[in-house]
């Protein structure tokens, strides 16, 4: 392992405190210059403003790295222009130093803020504590070469992120499109729902579901929490809870849970394709089953159902309630409480469209190219992120050394 020689960091940057305007100089109508109070409009490298001040106290320059100062501690962005800091935030100046390692090496060191602040009421950091940051003292041309290898991931992530926007923006209109036009239609009829293809019927979801049940615990809500157990990594079985059905069609948090807490669950057999609801709540998430290796079962905010796959595609289904007409309809049929809930008479009761069997599975095919396409790039931007990790725990630390000229050899 190489080790960096390292020097406080008031040696290569000025340190700039921020201090906040009064509140009348400053405005969310664009006029001054965008005004950072803490790290809320931080982005994934700039922040965007949502406000903005005419008598600033404090600025920042294009390319001082922004790092928050009050909790959450350690936050860094760039400045891509002339901003105004509060006093949430402090402004790094580089000089004779390069800008983008400094921002990189910055972003690697929140852990050291974060352990600092366990087991305290940590909750901000002072001039003081910025200049007892020790930065490495090495040449420019290797601080350069770090930073152009962290900026090319940078940039690769960004694509992929890019990518997932522009496809879902794409799945977002032809599920709009093909939900209400279908494939290749030319005579429409107007139906309590909405213009649809003169070939397709408007019943109520009742008539394709084959059942619909809840999974309701065997006991009371505090039963439950005494007597399941939820964990991140494998257990015995799989666990799917309404917070897991998130926007994207995937579920982001696996969860678990073992045996006696399966055995204490109301279950119902899984074999795929099902779709959830939640009940409660967080009214409009839904998910459909995968095929599952593993044991599975569901908490109690949800609701299950099987539809008879002869006259219904599950997946098509999955899609229209997903779209903006199926949501629209899950809220007007939901009932009118402080939480918000759907029962299951409600479900039931929801006028859906029932295209052909052939014309709905060629609208699933269409869709899930799409899907596709968005899981494929969503690997991969975590892929790049862990990659990412890797190599500023490398390269910011001195682990591992970038060559600077052809006799020089990498390090490690």
Known sequence: ??????????????????????????????????????????????????????KP??????????????????????????????????????????????????????????????????????????????????????????????????????????IIVQTETVKKGLMQQLLKKG?????????IIGEIPESWEVIQFKEIIDFLTDYEANGSFSDLKENVTVYDEPSYAYYVRATDLEKRDYISNVKYVDKESYDFLKKTKLSGGELLFAKRGQIGKLYIMPELEIKSTLAPNLYLIKIYTKVANNKFYYYFFKSALGQKLLYRNSASTTLGAIYKDDIRAINIILPPIKEQEEIVTILESLDEKITQEVTKNKNLKKLKQGLMQQLLTGKVRVPIDKKEEVLS
């Open 57 to 162: 106290k404090k600025i920042a320059n294009k390319n001082d790295i922004l790092l928050s100062v009050r909790a959450p501690v350690g936050e860094v962005n760039l400045a891509n222009e002339k901003v105004v800091i509060g006093r949430g935030v402090s402004a790094i100046r580089p000089k004779d130093y390069d800008y983008l390692f400094l921002y990189y090496y910055l972003k690697n060191y929140k852990n050291n803020w974060l352990r600092l602040q366990q087991g305290s009421t940590f909750t901000a950091i002072n001039k003081n504590d910025m200049n007892s940051i020790l930065v490495p003292d090495i040449n420019t041309q290797e601080q350069q070469k770090i930073a152009a290898i962290l900026t090319t991931v940078d940039e690769a992530i960004e694509k992929t992120e890019q």
């Open 1 to 54: 392992m190489s080790e960096w020689k390292t020097v406080n960091i008031s040696e290569k940057a000025e340190i700039i405190m921020g201090q906040s305007p009064k509140s009348s100089d400053c405005n969310e109508e664009g006029i001054g210059i965008p005004f950072y109070q803490g790290n809320t409009d931080f982005g994934n490298i700039y922040p965007s403003p949502s406000r903005y001040c005419t």
């Open 183 to 191: 494939i290749g239609h030319t005579e429409f009829k107007k139906t």
